[in-house]
């Protein structure tokens, strides 16, 4: 199942969900003006869209408006393929951001115990050195780093997680040896 959603700068509309993704593009097509950008987008320019204008595909009916956005040049259609939870099992496809970065859901756990057992070290390795340290980041563009008094920087990023996967060598990560 796929959803479907049209968004400016600012405005993300919710058009519905789709059994396929030959549906979904079907029912992009069936707007007039919409057009592909370089990258095979599907776009239409806001100038283009009407006043109103009833999007009839299959049996339902769309209403879109050019009011219902605010700000940009363009509106681009967006689509992801979702469970249909009542008759999924096990974990479902797609993806899960862990920071400012995505990992496929079968990947996230694996993930988060990597990255628990890096901090950990890392904790583990300051305090036994009487350093004073802090996690910050978290949640933000650059995503999650350690910071210590003698001006140790860390990112917890993807290439980090990765060389202590490989070594487990906390000096190795921190560039000490």
């Known amino acids: ?15 519905g969900a789709f059994n396929t993704e030959e549906d979904v593009v079907s029912w992009i097509n069936s707007i007039p003006n919409v057009k592909k950008d370089y990258n095979d987008n599907y776009i239409l320019k ?16 769309v209403p879109l408006t050019q009011y219902s956005f605010s700000t940009g040049e363009y509106l681009y259609f967006s689509w992801e393929e979702i469970a249909y939870m009542n008759q999924h099992h096990g974990i479902t496809s797609g993806s899960t951001k ?12 694996e993930e988060i115990k990597l990255r628990q057992s890096l901090k950990q070290a890392l904790k583990d390795y300051f305090e036994k050195n009487n350093q004073s340290y802090y996690f910050g980041g978290k949640g933000s563009q650059d995503g999650e780093y350690i910071n210590t008094e003698d001006g140790t920087f860390l990112h917890i990023d993807p290439s980090t997680l990765e060389e202590w996967k490989s070594t487990q060598d906390i000096e190795k990560i921190l560039n000490i040896k």
């Open 98 to 109: 862990i920071d400012n970065y995505y990992y496929d859901n079968n990947e996230v756990k």
């Open 1 to 15: 199942m796929y959803i479907l959603s049209l968004q400016d700068d600012e405005t993300t509309q919710l058009i």
């Open 46 to 61: 806001i100038e283009d869209l009407t006043e109103f204008i009833n999007i009839k595909w299959k049996d339902s009916i």
